[in-house]
């Protein structure tokens, strides 16, 4: 499973998170650090932490953001999770577990990352770790209708500007905002 690791380290290099915040330039660093000290940086067998790809999915207006009720987490989320064999990009792990979670087809996903974010969590082998989660902006065709998988508790659209209040969204929410006001301008017009 290279593919989602070299894809990584070739994405957070070019990408400048320095732009969003000086926050998300440190955590740029962090993340090519684990890539270049761990070839196994992108599987969940990763202790010491793992990178996953995770995926803000927005209507075709850009106006509502589509979020799971995470069974384990116990609040709602965006969509995405651990790469996967058949990945070979980040944003295209982000891409299927969107598809997966949601039972949309045809969304889309923008390959630059719109924020990064460092969680503990523990996952499915039953050992506390860290997700070194990158985000991606994927949007849903116009008149796209979501089904809940059994990976979730509920799924339902919000709006961007009322997130629910225990989602902590806020930061991927302000780093996505510029792209979701040019999706909405490309909507209206």
């Known amino acids: 499973m290279n593919g989602p690791h070299t894809d990584a380290l070739r994405t957070l290099r070019q990408w400048s998170g320095a732009e969003f915040s000086p926050g998300q330039e440190a955590l740029r660093h962090a993340f090519v650090t ?20 995770s995926a803000l999915v927005v209507d075709h207006t850009a106006e509502h953001v589509l979020l799971t009720l995470h069974p384990r987490v116990g609040r709602w989320l965006q969509l995405g999770g651990h790469c996967e064999h058949p990945d070979e990009t980040l944003a295209g792990a982000a891409l299927r577990e969107a ?7 045809g ?35 116009e008149g796209a209708l979501a089904r809940r998988s059994a990976e979730s508790v509920d799924l339902r659209w919000w709006p961007v500007a009322e997130p629910p209040d225990e ?8 780093a996505a905002s510029p792209r979701l006001e040019e999706g909405r301008a490309g909507a209206r017009s």
């Open 34 to 53: 684990l890539l270049l000290a761990r070839p196994d940086a992108c599987l969940r067998e990763c202790e010491p932490g793992h990178v996953t790809a």
């Open 99 to 105: 598809t997966e979670e949601s039972g949309i087809e």
């Open 107 to 141: 969304l889309t996903v923008e390959e630059e990352p719109v924020h990064l974010d460092v969680h503990p969590v523990t996952c499915s082998l039953g050992v506390p770790t860290r997700h070194f989660d990158v985000r991606f902006l994927v949007r849903a065709p």
């Open 167 to 174: 989602s902590d969204l806020g930061p991927l929410l302000t």
